[in-house]
């Protein structure tokens, strides 16, 4: 038995004053309606109505179900609409997990434009170099740098957002006070800020006119943090192999200069991955385009 829609065929016997009445507004068989209302009684184990030839008139009981049933009809209808209506309307809450610096540089500056063409939907944002389990942490999006590999065995979904690589840079001070490397070897003899986190960053695949080398900067300033990174460079103590969304504002800007600029490593993608529904809530359809569109093409450095 649906007992929900036993609930809403008994609401509408008691509405029409008998099952024949709420046969036709059901658009449904009296013998049906009656089934269904008898399933009911059975289900509860009282009488709902008292039947006559002439009258159906509820009982003690059946008010009472009646009054509590009906409400939690309503409010089951009421939360129907709503969850259809957010399919329509992003609203609710947004769940974002982002790598650090680029949730930081990149996420975190386009959050406050998506809230103002979406003011129904609020944003949580996490910043962490790990990687979540969007379901079992209930988040709707996650920003991840590299290769979505396994995506296709899984119930995720990766959209291409934007794309990073490595660059050399070093504020002009620096530059002034020590001058230019002129290859990778000479950066032994200079302070260079090296980041690592776990395995990554120890080395690095660099590309010179299309050959790749692998090289492991000095180990004299090593911090597990891009942003860190950043800042001992604009602090002009060190050269740094920097993501180039770090870095090409302070260039713009004149803070910092690129050196070495004929090694960077190969372009990382950057993607936006989701779980793979049947619908996507409209709250996370806008976001990815939001995100598109806000992001635009990769930094010209």
């Not at 957010?86 to 809230?115: N, Y």
């Not at 602090?235 to 260039?251: E, Q, V, Y």
């Not at 004149?254 to 936006?272: D, H």
Request: hydrophobic share 45%; with cysteine; aromatic share 6%.
């Amino acid at each position: 038995m649906d007992r929900f829609q036993a609930i809403r065929v008994f609401r509408e016997v008691a509405a029409r004053g008998g099952f024949a009445a709420a046969a036709r507004s059901l658009n449904s068989s009296p013998p049906s309606v009656s089934r269904l209302v008898s399933e009911l009684e059975r289900d509860l184990g009282v009488r709902l109505f008292t039947r006559t030839t002439r009258t159906v008139a509820l009982t003690e009981e059946g008010e009472e179900f009646l009054l509590k049933g009906g409400a939690l009809i309503d409010e089951l209808e009421a939360l129907s609409e709503e969850i259809r209506a957010r399919r329509q309307v992003p609203t609710g809450r947004l769940r974002i997990s982002s790598v650090s610096a680029f949730g930081q540089e990149r996420i975190a500056p386009i959050l406050p434009g998506f809230m103002d063409k979406y003011p129904k939907v609020s944003v949580e944002l996490e910043l962490a170099n790990r990687m979540v389990d969007l379901v079992q942490d209930h988040v709707d999006i996650a920003i991840r740098v590299g290769d979505p590999d396994g995506l296709a065995a899984s119930a995720l979904t990766a959209r291409r957002i934007s794309s990073q690589k490595l660059i050399f840079a070093a504020a002009p001070g620096y530059v002034a006070r020590n001058g230019v490397p002129d290859d990778l070897n000479a950066l032994d003899r200079h302070r260079v800020v090296k980041q690592v986190s776990g395995t990554w960053g120890r080395e690095h695949a660099l590309l010179c006119n299309g050959v790749l080398r692998r090289h492991s900067l000095p180990d004299s300033l090593v911090v597990n943090s891009a942003n860190a990174a950043r800042n001992a460079v604009l602090s002009g103590g060190a050269i740094g192999l920097l993501g180039d969304f770090l870095a090409a504002g302070p260039i713009s800007e004149g803070k910092l200069v690129r050196i070495l600029p004929e090694y960077e490593t190969a372009s990382q993608p950057i993607y936006a991955v989701f779980v793979h529904r049947g619908y996507m809530p409209a709250k996370l359809r806008a976001f990815i385009d939001h995100l598109a569109g806000a992001l635009g093409p990769p930094l010209s450095v």
